[in-house]
Every structure is written in structure tokens, then in C-alpha cells.
């Protein structure tokens, strides 16, 4: 039973997962310790999600820029993608989670673009919990292929300039047939979107929460809900509470 604090549940929450380096700097651990230990934030707030009754929960993975990072960190971070999908995929298809991953794949190398297909392929039919992971994601990125699309259907003449409106650019974003995020949460104490979701968060509860992504917890995450179920969303205009009263 969700209790009276929770009453309203995102339907889509969105998360950018930051700090794993610097919770293992604090600790004089290497880099690597802190994203092995991402991944176990990542296990217990994808259960979480679930038991809550959201039906989408977005990670940001892994951005278009992180390929400037040393090569070291990158190759660990693609290892840890690679284990994660090895050890877990069977056990979230038990769970009924569906995957699906947005992001740029053509430029994708080696194994990782089968392994991101395998997990989406393997789990398309669950209806649970949908997995978002943002790999390879870039938001101007996204509307720039969007964007190009929609370009080269009035060079055919298939579309008139006049004719696109932002429903056109929507439906032809990573996230098509995905909600637009109720509340993104970033962890460690940053304040910034750094090129996640910008279209799609024009309405969006953003949270910053001060812990790093390694400490976000399943208790961490019902107190992101409970800050959620406290906002007044008005989405452009008046809320219901407004309108009652007059204001």
C-alpha cells in the first residue's frame, strides 16, 4: 500500500548519476572502485522504482562527451556496461523489466551495440518497470538527428516547412514512445541538466540532491518521491489549488 506521503507517484523519473569518482577520491580509492560501486546504486534503485509503481526510470549511463575521458576510465566503464547486462539481464527479465536504450549507436565499436540490442530484444515483451539507458546520449544530439530527419522529408518533399511543429520533432526523438520525465534527480550536489533531456524536460521536477551516486539508496530515492508528491505542478498555468482559490 503506497502511503498518504506518496500518494502521487512520477510516472517517469529520470536520473543523472554523478560522483562516482569523487566518492572514491573522498575515500583515496581508485575511480574504478566508485563506478563498481555506481552499479550497485543502480541494482537497488531500479527495485525501487518498481516497488514504487513507476513505470519508467531513465539512467544516464553514459554521455557522448564521457569519450573524452581517459581511455582507461572509458574502457572500465564500458566493462562495467558489459557486466551489468551479463549478470543482471536474465534476473530484471524475471523481474518483468523491459529495457530499452536511447543514445547514438551507429558509431558504437565491439560488443557493446549487440549487448545493448540482445538486452532490449530479450525483454521487449515485460510490462513492468521500463529501463531507459541513456548510452552514448547526447540531448542537442538527439535534436540534431531529429531535426535532420524532418530536414531531409522536405528536401523530398514529403513534409512542407510550415508543417513541422514540435509533436513532429517529438516523434522523432530517442524517446518517442517514452512519457517526458515528472521528476529528473542528479546526485552529488551538481546543478545543471549537462545536455540530458533537454527537450523532453521542459516540464520536469528537477531535484539536486547533495549524496553521490554510490550513497543513493532505495531510501533515498522514496525521499525523492515524497519531495515530488509535495511540488504544485502547473505546467504553464494555474494549479487546482491556485484556481480555487482565486489566484
Same mark, same amino acid.
Given at each position: 500500500?503506497?502511503?498518504?506521503?506518496?500518494?502521487i507517484?512520477?510516472?517517469h523519473?529520470?536520473i543523472?548519476?554523478?560522483g562516482?569518482?569523487?566518492?572514491?577520491?573522498?575515500?583515496?580509492l581508485?575511480r574504478?572502485?566508485g563506478?563498481s560501486?555506481?552499479v550497485?546504486?543502480?541494482?537497488?534503485?531500479?527495485?525501487?522504482?518498481?516497488?514504487?509503481?513507476?513505470e519508467?526510470?531513465?539512467?544516464?549511463?553514459?554521455?557522448?562527451e564521457?569519450?573524452?575521458r581517459?581511455?582507461?576510465?572509458v574502457?572500465d566503464?564500458l566493462?562495467?556496461l558489459?557486466?551489468?547486462?551479463?549478470? =543482471?539481464? #536474465?534476473?530484471?527479465?524475471?523481474?518483468?523489466?523491459? &529495457? /530499452?536504450?536511447i +543514445?547514438e549507436?551507429?558509431?558504437?565499436r565491439?560488443?557493446?551495440?549487440?549487448l545493448l540490442?540482445?538486452?532490449?530484444?530479450?525483454?521487449?515483451?515485460?510490462?513492468?518497470?521500463?529501463?531507459?539507458?541513456a548510452?552514448?546520449?547526447g540531448?542537442?544530439d538527439e535534436?540534431?538527428?531529429?531535426?535532420?530527419?524532418?530536414?531531409?522529408?522536405?528536401e523530398a518533399?514529403?513534409l512542407?516547412?510550415?508543417?513541422i511543429?514540435a509533436?513532429l520533432?517529438g516523434?522523432?526523438? =530517442?524517446? #518517442?514512445d517514452i512519457?517526458?520525465?515528472?521528476l529528473? &534527480? /542528479?546526485?552529488? +550536489?551538481?546543478?545543471?541538466?549537462?545536455?540530458?533531456?533537454?527537450?523532453?524536460?521542459a516540464?520536469?521536477?528537477?531535484?539536486f540532491?547533495?549524496?553521490?551516486?554510490?550513497?543513493?539508496?532505495r531510501?533515498?530515492?522514496?525521499?525523492?518521491l515524497k519531495?515530488?508528491a509535495?511540488?504544485?505542478?502547473?505546467?504553464?498555468?494555474?494549479?487546482a489549488?491556485?484556481?480555487?482559490?482565486?489566484?
Amino acid at each position: 500500500m503506497v502511503s498518504p506521503e506518496l500518494a502521487i507517484i512520477p510516472r517517469h523519473v529520470a536520473i543523472i548519476m554523478d560522483g562516482n569518482g569523487r566518492w572514491a577520491n573522498k575515500r583515496g580509492l581508485p575511480r574504478t572502485i566508485g563506478h563498481s560501486k555506481g552499479v550497485e546504486a543502480v541494482r537497488e534503485t531500479v527495485k525501487a522504482a518498481a516497488d514504487a509503481g513507476v513505470e519508467y526510470l531513465t539512467l544516464f549511463a553514459f554521455s557522448s562527451e564521457n569519450w573524452s575521458r581517459p581511455e582507461t576510465e572509458v574502457n572500465d566503464l564500458l566493462g562495467l556496461l558489459r557486466k551489468f547486462i551479463r549478470r =543482471d539481464l #536474465a534476473e530484471l527479465h524475471r523481474e518483468n523489466v523491459r &529495457i /530499452r536504450v536511447i +543514445g547514438e549507436r551507429e558509431k558504437l565499436r565491439g560488443d557493446i551495440l549487440p549487448l545493448l540490442l540482445e538486452a532490449e530484444e530479450t525483454t521487449r515483451h515485460n510490462t513492468s518497470l521500463t529501463l531507459v539507458i541513456a548510452f552514448n546520449y547526447g540531448s542537442r544530439d538527439e535534436i540534431v538527428r531529429a531535426v535532420t530527419k524532418l530536414a531531409r522529408e522536405v528536401e523530398a518533399g514529403k513534409l512542407s516547412a510550415d508543417g513541422i511543429t514540435a509533436q513532429l520533432i517529438g516523434e522523432q526523438l =530517442d524517446t #518517442a514512445d517514452i512519457p517526458d520525465p515528472d521528476l529528473i &534527480i /542528479r546526485t552529488s +550536489g551538481e546543478e545543471r541538466l549537462s545536455n540530458f533531456l533537454l527537450w523532453q524536460a521542459a516540464y520536469s521536477e528537477l531535484l539536486f540532491v547533495p549524496d553521490y551516486w554510490p550513497d543513493f539508496d532505495r531510501n533515498r530515492f522514496f525521499d525523492a518521491l515524497k519531495v515530488f508528491a509535495s511540488r504544485d505542478r502547473r505546467f504553464g498555468g494555474l494549479s487546482a489549488k491556485t484556481a480555487a482559490a482565486g489566484g
